[in-house]
């Protein structure tokens, strides 16, 4: 459930703070007033794109962050635990989301940095919002489809049937792509084996190159080392004026002078370390001198190797480091080409993959079938009570001719209206306003049976009026006995059936306004529904009727 939502510097709202309670909230306001501004910023926290334009003028950054409690929330809390993004305290969850003028966003779930992807798929585990459109996209396909399996809880099924769909089909294709190139596969190989025998043979280790280098470069040069080195131990320890000699000499002199005058004893200190050094470098160099390896049949050897190595490199036009990795794909090469040559098995790939898909798509086919009946029936119950009395719908599943990734059949949502219509296809047979009443009574059902906490409706009840908007109303707070539900609504029929009743007002001029939140009392709702039925002009008995319809539907 949502428990607080905080908006800073979003739109034209500067700060506004929050706090829902359960059952059946309204939000309420005249029309321009940033009603849907709130419900635009949750959009963003649970993982929707920012738009430069949604950051209030003249504001650097917006920041968002809502509170949803958990306990009613077992799949989000699931899905926190395998993200290791659950809350210490294992109830309550925390999103923030933060904005710039430069179009960059940041996001938190529970103070750790997230992805735009994680808000999404969590937020579809917390909230789910029904738009004011959302007859608009009832008429595609997909939408048909997501509706009945979200209706009848097996998306995680339908999923599965995309999957091995896609395993299918590219088992197909890397069958038939082996049969058409049979041949070249053929010359493939040749060249392949070829290029192994001779890689393997020159046997170039991961770092041989480099070491190669190193010891050529080191044998080349002996003659020109070894001088050096004889030069540096006679410097250093062996010559009449050896410099370890010389500092020898300096440190006695100033240790005896630093007896009259204590002062010297720093540079005497300083000098002790440097003999030391001076006599490790000569010790150095003796055994450098020992060790450097100046045969002449050596550097052949490696020079030798060396040209060996970069003709073979020259020839297959790669780097000599590089052989080592070029016999690797060369045997990975021929590992998948080896396969892929066994057509048999390339075929019983194929078929088993289709039978994988074809037993999941079934059980997908078998499960459609009774939710579509039962999404059908429910809806069918709910047109009676939104002005379309003898109404009724129909989910068809009409079989495709080529298996698909969404399974064996098309869903269709067909429609009648009034008991002598034929059914049709939705978009083609109802009206704007009964495609409004039935995309909302397709909501309401669908809700009833997901899982998900919180639930949204924004201007949902658009278009209806009367008889049917307290209709609405009433299914909203029968909805909110068992979820949290939140309306953004211009109709008084329905904001009177809600709990909890907040109303948007725009403050402000020309060069600054904003959006402001109040939640209101008893007395205050009275006012507002008198303000949704009369407009500008309240009356005495405009009042007396929004008084009336309060007290009528708080007692319903």
């Known amino acids: ?141 997909a939408a048909q489809r997501a509706l009945v399996d979200g209706f009848g809880g097996f998306t995680v099924l339908a999923r599965e049937v995309a999957a091995r769909w896609a395993a299918w089909r590219a088992a197909a294709e890397r069958r038939d792509a082996a049969a058409q190139a049979a041949q070249a596969t053929a010359s493939e190989r040749a060249f392949l084996d070829e290029r192994r025998r001779e890689l393997t043979a020159l046997a170039v280790t991961d770092d041989e190159w480099a070491e190669l280098s190193a010891a050529q470069s080191r044998l080349a040069n002996a003659a020109d080392l070894t001088a050096a080195a004889n030069e540096g131990v006679a410097a250093l320890s062996e010559s009449d004026d050896a410099l370890g000699s010389r500092l020898a000499q300096v440190a006695q002199r100033l240790r005896g002078a630093a007896a009259h005058d204590p002062a010297l004893a720093e540079a005497v200190a300083l000098l002790e370390p440097a003999a030391i050094a001076v006599d490790e470098a000569a010790r150095a160099l003796r055994d450098y001198l020992r060790r450097l390896d100046v045969d002449p049949d050596a550097l052949r050897q490696v020079e030798e190797r060396l040209s060996a190595i970069h003709d073979v490199a020259r020839k297959h036009r790669v780097r000599p480091d590089a052989l080592p990795a070029l016999l690797a794909e060369t045997e990975a090469r021929l590992a998948a080409l080896a ?99 039935i995309a909302l009574a397709i909501q309401v059902v669908a809700s009833e049976a997901g899982d998900v906490g919180t639930l949204v409706f924004d201007e949902v009840d658009s278009g209806i009026g009367g008889a049917v908007a307290a209709t609405v109303g009433s299914l909203l707070q029968k909805l909110a006995a068992r979820r949290q539900v939140l309306c953004v609504t211009h109709l008084p029929q329905v904001a009177a059936f809600a709990d909890t009743h907040f109303r948007v007002t725009k403050a402000g001029n020309r060069d600054a306004v904003t959006s402001e939140l109040a939640r209101l009392s008893a007395g205050e709702r009275v006012d507002e529904l008198a303000r949704m039925l009369g407009g500008a002009a309240v009356t005495a008995k405009t009042r007396a009727h929004a008084k009336e319809l309060y007290e009528l539907h708080r007692r319903a």
């Not at 992807?117 to 595609?140: D, K, P, R």
């Not at 009409?398 to 990734?405: D, I, L």
């Open 1 to 141: 459930m949502l428990r607080s939502l905080a908006i800073r510097n979003f739109v034209v709202v500067s700060v506004l703070d929050v706090e829902f309670a359960g059952g059946f909230t309204v939000l309420t306001g005249e029309t321009g007033a940033g009603k849907s501004i709130l419900l635009d910023a949750l959009s963003l926290l649970l993982g929707d794109r920012f738009e430069a334009g949604q950051l209030r003028p003249g504001a650097e950054r917006a920041e968002l962050a809502a509170e949803f409690t958990l306990d009613d929330a077992p799949a989000a809390q699931a899905w926190l635990a395998d993200q290791d993004l659950a809350p210490e305290d294992g109830e309550s969850l925390l999103l923030r989301r933060v904005l710039d003028a430069q179009g960059k966003s940041r996001a938190w779930i529970n103070g750790r940095t997230a992805t735009l992807a994680q808000l999404a798929e969590l937020g579809a585990l917390l909230v789910a919002i029904h738009g004011q459109h959302a007859h608009q996209t009832l008429s595609e396909p």
């Open 339 to 437: 396969e892929s040559a066994d057509a048999a098995a390339l075929a019983r790939r194929a078929d088993a993959a289709e039978a994988a898909y074809r037993d999941a798509a079934t059980q997908l086919t078998k499960k459609r079938q009774f939710a579509a009946a039962e999404l059908a029936h429910r809806v069918t119950e709910a047109m009676q009570t939104l002005a379309m009395a003898g109404g009724r719908l129909e989910v068809a599943l009409v079989p495709v001719r080529e298996p698909a990734s969404h399974g064996l059949e098309q869903l269709e949502l067909r429609v009648a209206t009034h008991p002598k219509q034929p059914l049709g296809p939705l978009a083609r047979v109802a009206s704007g306003g009964e495609l409004s009443r």
